[in-house]
């Protein structure tokens, strides 16, 4: 959530031309890329040990796979939702990178603007895997 909720306003407010915001926008991707994917991972690796061990234990267990489901849901909306405006932001980046002036600030920072939106619906899936799998072993007291 930070990225659309402080880094996006953040290039959002500083970037002067539309070339300097493609290339800031693809520089976060690329960090962002590097850790957050293994991170889902990570999480559907614990909900999946969660769910094995209450499953063998003969314990409630749907509700880590349950978890773990919605968290990795955020993969197919990425796909199907953000990576065409993904696309447009690299190809305009790329064009960008020669003389011609490819789009204006404006039409760039309404991409970006789009791109945040997506990012921060994209995140409600691991908050909501959380908010499930905190819900299991908060009540795990009672069975």
């Known amino acids: 959530m930070s990225l659309s909720l402080m ?4 290039l959002l407010d ?13 520089r976060l991707y690329h960090y962002g890329h590097r850790v957050l ?4 991972l990570a999480t ?7 769910w094995a061990m209450s ?11 349950l978890a773990g489901a919605v968290t990795v849901a955020m993969i197919p ?3 199907v939702f953000m990576v065409p405006t993904n696309n447009t932001l690299f190809d305009l980046h790329a064009r960008s990178q020669s003389a011609v002036i490819v ?11 789009r791109w945040g939106l997506l990012h921060l619906a994209r995140c409600l899936f691991p ?17």
């Open 77 to 79: 909306f990425t796909w």
């Open 14 to 26: 500083t970037a002067d031309t539309s070339t300097q915001l493609f290339y800031q926008f693809v």
């Open 103 to 113: 789009a204006g600030i404006d039409e760039a920072k309404d991409l970006l603007k």
């Open 127 to 143: 908050l909501t895997g959380a908010v499930i799998g905190l819900s299991r072993l908060v009540g795990s007291d009672r069975g």
């Open 37 to 40: 994917p293994g991170l889902s």
């Open 55 to 65: 499953r063998g234990a003969g314990r409630p267990w749907a509700v880590y796979a």
């Open 7 to 10: 880094a996006v306003p953040v």
């Open 44 to 50: 559907l690796a614990l909900y999946t040990s969660g």
